[in-house]
């Protein structure tokens, strides 16, 4: 599995893009694969103040739960209203259509952030 390298990962398995005072949220692909065939999503208000590491909300797949946390501070601006319809869009495009929320950010902690090389490495880890 690829890993984008125009992109920062948390070791919760969050990734996100920034896109001019805002950063956009999703799962990785490794996150995404674990879960399994998502089936429902719960989002988060937009409007709502977050902070780091904070959760967002929740996955549901066949397999599990699982929540997913914000990578940074800030308020949730936007959020994916197409999972609502459409929850398969995080595993079929996880880094693109599957995106979940965009926060503006406040603070943002690079040293609880990795890039897409050690966000590899992090998981050649966990995996052993």
Do not use: C
Request: hydrophobic letters at 40%.
């Amino acid at each position: 599995m690829s890993v984008p390298n125009d992109l920062l990962f948390t070791k919760t398995h969050e990734w996100l893009r920034r896109d001019d005072g805002t950063v956009v949220v999703g799962i990785s692909h490794y996150a995404q694969d674990q879960l399994g065939e998502v089936v429902y999503v719960e989002l988060p208000d937009t409007g709502l103040t977050v902070d780091a590491a904070e959760e967002l909300g929740t996955l549901e797949s066949v397999k599990a739960v699982s929540e997913f946390f914000a990578p940074v501070a800030g308020e949730i601006v936007e959020v994916n209203e197409r999972l609502d319809e459409e929850p398969n869009l995080i595993n079929d495009d996880p880094f693109g259509d599957g995106w979940l929320v965009k926060i503006r950010v406040s603070s943002i902690d690079e040293d609880t952030l990795l890039d897409g090389a050690a966000y590899e490495q992090f998981l050649a880890e966990e995996s052993h």
